[in-house]
């Protein structure tokens, strides 16, 4: 064991070394870029590195450069766990962005609440900040808010009777689970709840058996992936005669590609960055989303998405927080997060409070409609 | 030299010194974080090395054994109202269980069956954990309570690396014992050849299954520790991923060898501690440093270093 012991110290004192220099803010990040929810962590990563440049090449903050510390958890809750201990113990960052799924920010919560490090979380899971933790705080919307909204519209509508299809992955698991909790409030009735597999790729059987329901109105799909795209097909093969909500998973280029035609008429709660070029001028956000897409499009050559949307908003909430308080100091920048106000970012228009660490409403999601292959704002 | 690396006591010994020298040396409790992971699954290792390195057989569901002593230990006190240590306790018998349920009917046979069954058993095991959301938390995973033994809270690293400490080496004392045994003499003897084994009157069958129930239980263990440790459990902790981790450690460390167990899961839990300053190319030097050390040291790191020891002190 002695030669390992040796060699564990003189390999994990290296990194501890460099960080002795500090002249910098440490900012720490742990992001699932492998593993099953790396398509979501990837563009997390790339937005931070883009915009921690940014800010820099742009003189910094309080005239000290960021660096980022960005860690990969490989989507293991435990493994997220260990890097946030270490970014605590080990780099001694003063705060943190990041957190991809929801089962991973949970798990390093009660590091950085220990820690008193202030933690801006990216991923969707009401359980972060409901509730209210000082030291947590997280930008992207909540399954729960999808479902208000979603739910909303088909009151709006008229169509109180309603299914669910729903894939078996995370995030349709967390979504359904919170629309069935508040559906009893918009006086939305769930009559059945049906289900397909990761791989499936064939959703005929179970948009048959809903369609056969009496009274049936409006049927939801909730999940990400491939599977909105195949039951929208499948949707308009069997004539499912009733309007089709999929759930904000399904807001991306991809789905609209992949569904095609088949996805006209189809509705979903969408982030605003989808179409930011709808948008009025005199609407606040306009120009935030707008540049947000053309520094990530220029960047990387590749489309926006929310999720990358999500960490922008992350890393601009701290470093604004750390301008206001005018030093990094963790509990300065808390504060100071806490006291968000109308900070206009990519999911809507910000204003924290201490009963409130998310700071969106509602209206942070847009009713779109999808019409000859574009996304076209409802509501 | 020989007589110390003879004994069968030695690497409990020798990993009872580590286990009170790392707090003195280690600069920041991170660092004990990490021996406490080396130790948590050191102890599956420690177990499944003993199945796959005596009965010769393998395991590819051993997460499976691991996650149900974690999800044991946090659905206990979260749906049952139980006490922590209760479910904890609990969870390890009843994995125990399955693991007879399991191993008995399979076990009668020769070859590696054994695989393909405990591959099954991880594929269901993840699924059910994955689905019932109402009892485990779905993908998002749930939260554990804190383990209390009598007056004492059993939180943070500062005890848990003692507890994942103590109880490994009792785990390797265990074995150690087990090994010396005519339980042990007997596991040899099948590992040698079964049909000689059979010849001699050893019932190949109960001792395979003995050993497997005994890997089943330093899991299940080893899991529970886990989650009370971390405070929160996902699926990912019973991932056949996870299982293939475990075979790999044993493997690496060297068949057969307890004190390898322990090598073995310390690299692999160091080791992408260490590469994280590479970013990308992480993945592929933890990969090609696994490739070199398994071409170099072929019966793993323990046993080809011993054999070359004892060379060198012949």
Redesign the interface.
């Given at each position: 064991?002695k030669p390992?012991?040796a060699l564990?110290?003189a390999?994990?004192?290296?990194?501890?070394l460099a960080t002795a220099a500090r002249s910098e803010i440490l900012i720490g990040s742990v992001l699932s870029t492998?593993g099953p929810a790396s398509f979501l962590g990837e563009p997390e990563k790339q937005t931070l590195e883009v915009y921690a440049k940014r800010i820099n090449d742009a003189g910094g903050v309080n005239g000290e450069k960021i660096r980022l510390i960005i860690?990969?958890d490989g989507?293991?809750?435990?493994n997220s766990?260990?890097f946030a201990?270490?970014l605590?113990?080990?780099d001694q960052v003063v705060a943190v962005v990041g957190g991809t799924?929801?089962?991973?920010s949970?798990?390093m919560i009660?590091v950085f609440e220990e820690a008193g490090i202030p933690f801006v979380s990216l991923s969707g899971?009401v359980?972060i900040i409901d509730p209210v933790r000082k030291w947590v705080f997280k930008p992207p919307h909540t399954d729960r808010m999808a479902c208000a909204k979603i739910f909303t519209d088909l009151k709006q509508r008229g169509l109180t009777n309603a299914a669910f299809i729903a894939g078996?992955?995370?995030y349709a698991?967390?979504m359904v689970?919170q629309c069935r909790s508040v559906a009893g409030q918009y006086g939305i009735k769930i009559l059945a709840e049906e289900s397909y597999g990761p791989r499936d790729s064939d959703m005929t059987a179970q948009l048959t058996r809903i369609k056969a329901l009496p009274g049936l109105k409006a049927v939801i799909n909730a999940d990400i992936g491939q599977g909105p795209a195949i039951v929208t097909r499948n949707a308009a093969q069997i004539n499912l005669g009733m309007p089709l909500y999929q759930s904000h998973g399904a807001a991306t280029q991809g789905y609209l590609e992949l569904a095609g035609p088949a996805a006209e008429g189809v509705r979903l709660p969408g982030p605003s960055l989808l179409v930011a070029e709808q948008l009025p001028d005199s609407d606040p956000q306009k120009k935030v989303l707008l540049d947000y897409t053309a520094v990530i499009e220029k960047a990387t050559g590749k489309p926006v998405g929310t999720f990358g949307g999500y960490a922008h908003d992350g890393l601009l909430l701290l470093v604004d927080a750390m301008k206001r308080a005018g030093s990094a100091d963790p509990a300065k920048v808390r504060d100071q997060l806490e006291k968000t106000k109308g900070y206009v970012a990519t999911v809507g228009i910000i204003t924290m409070s201490p009963t409130d660490h998310l700071g969106i409403d509602l209206s942070a999601f847009r009713m779109l409609e999808v019409k000859r292959g574009k996304w076209a704002v409802v509501d | 030299m020989r007589r110390i690396l003879a004994n069968p006591y030695a690497p409990a010994f020798a990993l009872a010194v580590v286990v009170v020298m790392v707090p003195l040396l280690v600069p920041s409790p991170f660092y004990l974080r990490l021996a406490t992971l080396v130790f948590i699954n050191a102890l599956v290792v420690v177990g499944l090395n003993l199945l796959m390195g005596y009965a010769g057989q393998i395991s590819l569901g051993h997460a499976a054994f691991f996650a149900m002593g974690a999800y044991a230990s946090a659905i206990g006190p979260a749906h049952l109202g139980l006490p922590t240590l209760a479910s904890m306790l609990a969870g390890i018998v009843l994995t125990g269980v399955v693991a007879y349920g399991v191993g008995k009917p399979i076990l009668r046979f020769k070859g590696y069956h054994l695989a393909v069954a405990t591959l099954g058993l991880g594929v269901i095991v993840s699924i059910v954990i994955t689905n019932e959301i109402a009892w485990t938390g779905g993908p998002d995973g749930m939260q554990v309570a804190r383990l209390w033994i009598g007056s004492w809270r059993v939180s943070g690293v500062a005890n848990w690396y003692w507890v994942a400490g103590i109880t490994l080496i009792v785990a390797m004392l265990g074995a150690a014992n087990l090994l010396s045994s005519p339980t042990g003499r007997a596991l040899r003897a099948i590992h040698d050849s079964e049909v000689a084994a059979g010849v001699l009157g050893i019932d190949v069958a109960r001792y395979k299954l003995l050993v497997f129930v005994i890997s089943a239980i330093y899991a299940a263990t080893a899991g529970a520790f886990l989650a009370l440790f971390d405070g929160h459990v996902t699926p990912v902790t019973g991932g056949i991923l996870r299982s293939i981790e475990f075979v790999a450690m044993a493997v690496l460390g060297g068949l057969g060898s307890i004190l390898g167990s322990v090598l073995g899961a310390a690299v692999l839990v160091v080791l992408p501690q260490a590469l994280t300053s590479f970013h990308e190319f992480e993945h592929a030097i933890l990969g090609a440093i696994l490739m070199v050390l398994m071409i170099a040291l072929r019966r793993g790191v323990i046993p080809s270093l011993q054999s070359w020891l004892l060379r060198g002190a012949a």
């Amino acid at each position: 064991m002695k030669p390992i012991r040796a060699l564990v110290c003189a390999v994990l004192m290296a990194p501890g070394l460099a960080t002795a220099a500090r002249s910098e803010i440490l900012i720490g990040s742990v992001l699932s870029t492998t593993g099953p929810a790396s398509f979501l962590g990837e563009p997390e990563k790339q937005t931070l590195e883009v915009y921690a440049k940014r800010i820099n090449d742009a003189g910094g903050v309080n005239g000290e450069k960021i660096r980022l510390i960005i860690y990969d958890d490989g989507s293991d809750a435990s493994n997220s766990r260990t890097f946030a201990t270490r970014l605590v113990e080990q780099d001694q960052v003063v705060a943190v962005v990041g957190g991809t799924g929801t089962g991973n920010s949970l798990a390093m919560i009660p590091v950085f609440e220990e820690a008193g490090i202030p933690f801006v979380s990216l991923s969707g899971g009401v359980d972060i900040i409901d509730p209210v933790r000082k030291w947590v705080f997280k930008p992207p919307h909540t399954d729960r808010m999808a479902c208000a909204k979603i739910f909303t519209d088909l009151k709006q509508r008229g169509l109180t009777n309603a299914a669910f299809i729903a894939g078996q992955g995370g995030y349709a698991k967390s979504m359904v689970t919170q629309c069935r909790s508040v559906a009893g409030q918009y006086g939305i009735k769930i009559l059945a709840e049906e289900s397909y597999g990761p791989r499936d790729s064939d959703m005929t059987a179970q948009l048959t058996r809903i369609k056969a329901l009496p009274g049936l109105k409006a049927v939801i799909n909730a999940d990400i992936g491939q599977g909105p795209a195949i039951v929208t097909r499948n949707a308009a093969q069997i004539n499912l005669g009733m309007p089709l909500y999929q759930s904000h998973g399904a807001a991306t280029q991809g789905y609209l590609e992949l569904a095609g035609p088949a996805a006209e008429g189809v509705r979903l709660p969408g982030p605003s960055l989808l179409v930011a070029e709808q948008l009025p001028d005199s609407d606040p956000q306009k120009k935030v989303l707008l540049d947000y897409t053309a520094v990530i499009e220029k960047a990387t050559g590749k489309p926006v998405g929310t999720f990358g949307g999500y960490a922008h908003d992350g890393l601009l909430l701290l470093v604004d927080a750390m301008k206001r308080a005018g030093s990094a100091d963790p509990a300065k920048v808390r504060d100071q997060l806490e006291k968000t106000k109308g900070y206009v970012a990519t999911v809507g228009i910000i204003t924290m409070s201490p009963t409130d660490h998310l700071g969106i409403d509602l209206s942070a999601f847009r009713m779109l409609e999808v019409k000859r292959g574009k996304w076209a704002v409802v509501d | 030299m020989r007589r110390i690396l003879a004994n069968p006591y030695a690497p409990a010994f020798a990993l009872a010194v580590v286990v009170v020298m790392v707090p003195l040396l280690v600069p920041s409790p991170f660092y004990l974080r990490l021996a406490t992971l080396v130790f948590i699954n050191a102890l599956v290792v420690v177990g499944l090395n003993l199945l796959m390195g005596y009965a010769g057989q393998i395991s590819l569901g051993h997460a499976a054994f691991f996650a149900m002593g974690a999800y044991a230990s946090a659905i206990g006190p979260a749906h049952l109202g139980l006490p922590t240590l209760a479910s904890m306790l609990a969870g390890i018998v009843l994995t125990g269980v399955v693991a007879y349920g399991v191993g008995k009917p399979i076990l009668r046979f020769k070859g590696y069956h054994l695989a393909v069954a405990t591959l099954g058993l991880g594929v269901i095991v993840s699924i059910v954990i994955t689905n019932e959301i109402a009892w485990t938390g779905g993908p998002d995973g749930m939260q554990v309570a804190r383990l209390w033994i009598g007056s004492w809270r059993v939180s943070g690293v500062a005890n848990w690396y003692w507890v994942a400490g103590i109880t490994l080496i009792v785990a390797m004392l265990g074995a150690a014992n087990l090994l010396s045994s005519p339980t042990g003499r007997a596991l040899r003897a099948i590992h040698d050849s079964e049909v000689a084994a059979g010849v001699l009157g050893i019932d190949v069958a109960r001792y395979k299954l003995l050993v497997f129930v005994i890997s089943a239980i330093y899991a299940a263990t080893a899991g529970a520790f886990l989650a009370l440790f971390d405070g929160h459990v996902t699926p990912v902790t019973g991932g056949i991923l996870r299982s293939i981790e475990f075979v790999a450690m044993a493997v690496l460390g060297g068949l057969g060898s307890i004190l390898g167990s322990v090598l073995g899961a310390a690299v692999l839990v160091v080791l992408p501690q260490a590469l994280t300053s590479f970013h990308e190319f992480e993945h592929a030097i933890l990969g090609a440093i696994l490739m070199v050390l398994m071409i170099a040291l072929r019966r793993g790191v323990i046993p080809s270093l011993q054999s070359w020891l004892l060379r060198g002190a012949a």
